[in-house]
């Protein structure tokens, strides 16, 4: 029993120790990134409202000097590698980079969820510039990035245009990476306490198992004895009592 559970029972453990792992890495890097792009969008959604740059989204002007005025405070924000303000007809109508400037990129799906009224944040690697076209014009040395997609909305509350930023947030990605050294720390010692603790019980039960074993053997052997005992009486009590009776006779 031991030794089948020392086996099965560290690869079970071990399995959901690794499994616990990866599942609360990927929730904190999701929720610290989505931390990050909340933030990003109520700044850049106060810089619209206050200089009215919805208009010129709904109108979809490209190079509209109102949205760069407005969006050349997003460019210049910490970590930021490009910042795009796109109208609703997918056409990029201001942008950090003159490449994207007066194009239209139907093929990106993150910014079509993003019209559609919806916040996403994609991760993205260095070999960015195999997935999409607005890609092209990035370095190619950039590595792990993050790009936020979401929906520009006027003063009543309709969506006008959307808003690409794309990120490299350094202080972020070391929280983030710290996260999930403490969670492959805590979900592997915890596998092994569990382990440990198992292993103990387990032991101990096979301990008392074979204990009780050992009683039980020691019960049917001494029942056998005196079973064996009775019989061997009753065997010479009979002829015994025969002798007894033919002497009394005599």
């Known amino acids: 029993l031991t030794r089948r559970f020392a086996f099965v029972g560290l690869v079970s453990i071990g399995l959901m120790s690794v499994i616990v792992a990866l599942s609360l890495s990927r929730f904190l890097t999701e ?8 933030l990003t969008m109520e700044f850049i959604h106060s810089l619209v409202l206050v200089e009215n740059a919805s208009l010129y989204f709904r109108e979809g002007r490209p190079g509209a000097p109102e949205v760069a005025s ?15 303000a796109h109208s609703a007809d997918h056409r990029g109508i201001w942008s950090s980079d003159k490449a994207i400037v007066g194009r239209q990129f139907p ?16 991760e993205a690697f260095e070999d960015h510039h195999a ?19 979401f929906p520009v909305r006027d003063a009543g509350g309709q969506i006008v245009g959307a808003v690409e930023i794309y990120k490299t947030p350094r202080a972020l990605f070391e929280a983030i990476r710290a996260g999930e050294r403490a969670a492959w720390i ?10 440990l603790a198992l292993f103990w019980l387990v032991r101990r039960a096979d301990a008392l198992i074979r204990h009780q074993q050992d009683q039980l053997v020691q ?7 005196g079973e064996m005992g009775s019989a061997v009486a009753h065997g010479i009590r009979n002829p015994l009592a025969s002798i007894r009776s033919s002497a009394e006779l005599s």
């Open 70 to 84: 407005t969006f050349n405070h997003v460019a210049n924000m910490p970590d930021v590698l490009r910042a795009s």
């Open 107 to 122: 093929d990106n799906p993150e910014l079509e969820r993003a019209l559609a009224g919806e916040l996403v944040v994609h």
């Open 219 to 225: 019960s049917e052997t001494l029942a056998a004895v």
């Open 131 to 149: 997935d999409k076209a607005e890609h092209a014009s990035l370095k190619q040395d950039i590595g792990y990035f993050v790009e936020i997609y």
């Open 186 to 195: 805590g979900a592997l010692l915890g596998g092994l306490f569990l382990y």
């Open 31 to 38: 929720r610290m990134l989505r931390q990050e792009a909340v």
